[in-house]
């Protein structure tokens, strides 16, 4: 990009994006419906539990409305319950990511199952027993398609992307990142790891159609950052400048300087990626529409919404305190806030008119 990613960002709205009274509020991914309104999909779960672990078993992904692409959003309904253990993704919904296909919402998402119950306020439960490990295990990417944005949804039966046994992506697929090119094939970022204690890492797959097959592009994580000490999560892919545009978020702070803090990197083919100088996308230091500025206890999961080609917002789950990681002083409010962005064609345009319309395959 001509300029960096954080230089865009404009204050943010007071009392913009969504949130909800008694519940976690988490991911956001917005885009403007046949109705000229804008929709946001995000995850929640009742507050009544835990942020950590609970997010894995007891999330839900819904739809909020409003006028403005800022917000505040509005709840409007829950768009994928749970359905029950014995569906791929009947127990909780999780890190929706909104985009559409000529006349075709696609909502992707990660999804898992587990025995024994949906845990409430009774359960005793902690990361790293059976139950959360076993819901950790079985996530997968997933996809539900509409030709409206308040549904009907079709909710595939099986997950669009299957774990490696014995690779870098053994353990599960998860925090699916799409960008849709004109010929309707779909280049799709994920997350995954090798096992319950290894780094998070991400791959890259492509389906000539929506409906799949996902081929993935490379055996291989597509940063190595060992040398490092680092790892990656919460991909956001779309296309600028005859280039494809990554963000993330930086688990250690090791590869942009900030601990959760967001990573840029741009590619010519989706498959060899490099990271941009300087590196950093986003930072959780704050700068709000009257005059404040805060550090945010956590900014993860970026989303943006582009319009015309244009990416015109920036969206991310964030929390208050020290975020929600932070056993010493943990969140006690999580929402998604709403960025806008500088409407700079020269820095932040991505008309389609570049976009590269190969199919999907091997490489």
């Given at each position: 990009?001509?300029?960096?990613?954080?230089?865009?960002?404009?204050?943010?709205?007071?009392?913009?994006?969504f949130e909800m009274d008694n519940y976690w509020i988490w991911c956001g991914s917005v885009i403007q419906g046949e109705d000229g309104k804008y929709h946001m999909f995000a995850s929640r779960w009742s507050m009544e539990v835990?942020?950590?672990?609970?997010?894995?078993?007891?999330?839900?992904?819904?739809?909020?409305?409003?006028?403005?692409?800022?917000?505040?959003?509005?709840?409007?309904?829950?768009?994928?319950?749970?359905?029950?253990?014995?569906?791929?993704?009947?127990?909780?919904?999780?890190?929706?990511?909104?985009?559409?296909?000529?006349?075709?919402?696609?909502?992707?998402?990660?999804?898992?199952?587990?025995?024994?119950?949906?845990?409430?306020?009774?359960?005793?439960?902690?990361?790293?027993?059976?139950?959360?490990?076993?819901?950790?295990?079985?996530?997968?990417?997933?996809?539900?398609?509409?030709?409206?944005?308040?549904?009907?949804?079709?909710?595939?039966?099986?997950?669009?992307?299957?774990?490696?046994?014995?690779?870098?992506?053994?353990?599960?697929?998860t925090n699916p990142a799409a960008c849709v090119l004109p010929d309707g094939s779909v280049m799709l970022v994920y997350k995954s790891t090798g096992d319950q204690l290894d780094r998070l890492r991400l791959g890259i797959a492509?389906?000539?159609?929506?409906?799949?097959?996902?081929?993935?592009?490379?055996?291989?994580?597509?940063?190595?950052?060992?040398?490092?000490?680092?790892?990656?999560?919460?991909?956001?892919?779309?296309?600028?400048?005859?280039?494809?545009?990554?963000?993330?978020?930086?688990?250690?702070?090791?590869?942009?300087?900030?601990?959760?803090?967001?990573?840029?990197?741009?590619?010519?083919?989706?498959?060899?990626?490099?990271?941009?100088?300087?590196?950093?996308?986003?930072?959780?230091?704050?700068?709000?529409?009257?005059?404040?500025?805060?550090?945010?206890?956590?900014?993860?999961?970026?989303?943006?919404?582009?319009?015309?080609?244009?990416?015109?917002?920036?969206?991310?789950?964030?929390?208050?305190?020290?975020?929600?990681?932070?056993?010493?002083?943990?969140?006690?409010?999580?929402?998604?806030?709403?960025?806008?962005?500088?409407?700079?064609?020269?820095?932040?345009?991505?008309?389609?008119?570049?976009?590269?319309?190969?199919?999907?395959?091997?490489?």
């Amino acid at each position: 990009m001509k300029e960096s990613f954080i230089k865009n960002m404009q204050p943010a709205p007071v009392g913009g994006g969504f949130e909800m009274d008694n519940y976690w509020i988490w991911c956001g991914s917005v885009i403007q419906g046949e109705d000229g309104k804008y929709h946001m999909f995000a995850s929640r779960w009742s507050m009544e539990v835990s942020f950590w672990p609970y997010w894995v078993t007891n999330s839900e992904i819904v739809r909020a409305v409003s006028d403005t692409p800022e917000g505040p959003f509005e709840f409007a309904e829950v768009i994928l319950p749970s359905r029950g253990p014995d569906f791929w993704d009947g127990m909780m919904t999780h890190n929706p990511t909104i985009h559409k296909s000529g006349d075709t919402y696609l909502l992707y998402y990660t999804g898992t199952t587990y025995s024994g119950g949906m845990p409430d306020v009774h359960s005793q439960d902690i990361w790293g027993n059976e139950k959360t490990a076993e819901a950790r295990r079985n996530q997968r990417v997933g996809l539900a398609v509409s030709h409206s944005i308040t549904g009907p949804w079709e909710r595939f039966d099986e997950p669009i992307l299957q774990p490696r046994t014995g690779k870098w992506d053994g353990l599960m697929t998860t925090n699916p990142a799409a960008c849709v090119l004109p010929d309707g094939s779909v280049m799709l970022v994920y997350k995954s790891t090798g096992d319950q204690l290894d780094r998070l890492r991400l791959g890259i797959a492509k389906a000539d159609h929506y409906r799949g097959p996902y081929v993935r592009l490379r055996e291989e994580p597509i940063f190595q950052f060992d040398e490092m000490g680092d790892h990656v999560e919460d991909p956001y892919i779309w296309f600028h400048d005859g280039r494809f545009q990554l963000i993330m978020k930086d688990m250690e702070g090791g590869i942009c300087g900030e601990m959760h803090a967001g990573i840029h990197a741009t590619s010519s083919d989706g498959v060899h990626w490099e990271v941009s100088n300087p590196p950093m996308a986003y930072s959780r230091r704050v700068q709000w529409d009257d005059h404040t500025e805060t550090v945010q206890g956590s900014l993860e999961r970026p989303q943006l919404l582009i319009q015309d080609g244009i990416p015109t917002h920036f969206y991310a789950a964030t929390a208050n305190c020290g975020g929600v990681y932070d056993l010493d002083n943990p969140a006690t409010k999580t929402w998604t806030i709403a960025i806008p962005l500088m409407q700079s064609h020269d820095s932040l345009d991505t008309s389609s008119s570049n976009l590269p319309l190969s199919k999907g395959g091997e490489s």
